[in-house]
T-cell receptor, first 109, second 116 residues
Framework: AQRVTQPEKLLSVFKGAPVELKCNYS??????LFWYVQYSRQRLQLLLR??SRESIKGFTADLNKGETSFHLKKPFAQEEDSAMYYC???????????FGTGTRLQVFP | NAGVTQTPKFQVLKTGQSMTLQCAQD?????MSWYRQDPGMGLRLIHY???????DQGEVPNGYNVSRSTTEDFPLRLLSAAPSQTSVYFC???????????????FGPGTRLTVL
């Protein structure tokens, strides 16, 4: 079965510090991987997807198939990055999205 | 466009009561789904639908029913509410390309349900 693991429930950093939110997955096929974000009092929304290889709000994530990881990184955290972050996996042959348990990022001034 | 809408925003039920959580989208998306969000558990898929008249179970379907009579609406029914169903419920939708769901799912604002 497919599984997404986010080992950190809470990550606290100071403004300007680098951030790395970890995501590991288990799936024998070729996955599609995503990061979703939920800011306070807002809807869950897509942050980025691995196939786009894009940087959104300064965040990047690289799919490492050897380590089965898709860690989210930002070199300099901002206070407005404080939110709940979810890593998600989708198999190529299904419509279902499997979410990890989420990591709450707190960025202190 | 209103996007994905959910009603009600909050609901308190007694054990054994039934109710329907409403979800609607105006983006003509074929794929719709229901998740529950619990602390430490993330989002878990309850049921999903790939089009009108087609539904399937997700990870945690027990205690919930769905139907999809139109493209726009995807209600979630709790037949006999239990305290374990206390949660925040999110509806989401996505469009499909060549029969498969596109990458991005659009989420509703959520319904916070408490079962006493």
């Amino acid at each position: 079965a497919q599984r997404v693991t986010q080992p950190e429930k809470l990550l606290s950093v100071f403004k300007g510090a680098p951030v790395e939110l970890k995501c590991n997955y288990s799936y024998s096929g070729s996955p599609e991987l995503f990061w979703y974000v939920q800011y306070s009092r807002q809807r869950l929304q897509l942050l980025l997807r691995h196939i786009s290889r894009e940087s959104i709000k300064g965040f990047t994530a690289d799919l490492n198939k050897g380590e089965t990881s898709f860690h989210l990184k930002k070199p300099f955290a901002q206070e407005e990055d404080s939110a709940m972050y979810y890593c998600a996996l989708k198999r190529w042959d299904t419509d279902k999205l499997i979410f990890g348990t989420g990591t709450r990022l707190q960025v202190f001034p | 466009n209103a996007g994905v809408t959910q009603t009600p925003k909050f609901q308190v039920l007694k054990t054994g009561q039934s109710m329907t959580l409403q979800c609607a989208q105006d983006m003509n998306h074929e794929y719709m789904s229901w998740y529950r969000q619990d602390p430490g558990m993330g989002l878990r898929l309850i049921h999903y639908s790939v089009g009108a008249g087609i539904t399937d179970q997700g990870e945690v379907p027990n205690g919930y029913n769905v139907s999809r009579s139109t493209t726009e609406d995807f209600p979630l029914r709790l037949l006999s509410a239990a305290p374990s169903q206390t949660s925040v419920y999110f509806c989401a939708s996505s469009y499909t390309i060549a029969g498969l769901t596109y990458n991005e799912q659009f989420f509703g604002p959520g319904t916070r349900l408490t079962v006493l």
